[in-house]
């Protein structure tokens, strides 16, 4: 069995700064990917930022240079700095984790709760 647990979300004025963290627990034996989701209102989910031994890190255009994604794979957990902050950043955000747990030979994509991050003009 594994969570994930997100933390860090909240109400910040434009230009402000959030950071958001993903803890994983469980029996874990590898990581694959990790990355970040969000889902603003009456839209679909897409891709913030996604990073792995294999391709490094990607970013959505609408975020970079101002989103910065980073892991501590020790610890399964996935940051996502989020500077200058606009009012279109505005969303729930999903962290997702590509995970290889005990007792499996593949790899599971993993969600978390979400967490809302609202900024106000």
């Known amino acids: 069995q594994v969570h994930l647990v997100e933390s860090g979300g909240g109400l910040v004025q434009a230009g402000g700064s959030l950071r958001l963290s993903c803890a994983a627990s469980?029996?874990?034996?590898?990581?694959?990917?990790m990355g970040w989701y969000r889902q603003g209102p009456g839209k679909q989910r897409e891709l913030v930022a996604m990073?792995?031994?294999?391709?490094?890190?990607i970013y959505a255009d609408a975020v970079k240079g101002r989103f910065t994604i980073s892991r501590d794979s020790a610890d399964h957990t996935v940051y996502l700095q989020m500077n200058m902050l606009k009012p279109e950043d505005t969303a729930v955000y999903y962290c997702?984790?590509?995970?290889?747990?005990?007792?499996?030979?593949?790899?599971?994509?993993?969600w978390g709760q979400g967490t809302q991050v609202t900024v106000s003009s």
């Open positions: 997702n984790q590509d995970l290889q747990i005990s007792g499996n030979y593949h790899y599971t994509h993993f």
């Open positions: 469980g029996t874990i034996v590898s990581i694959n990917a």
């Open positions: 990073i792995s031994s294999s391709r490094g890190t």
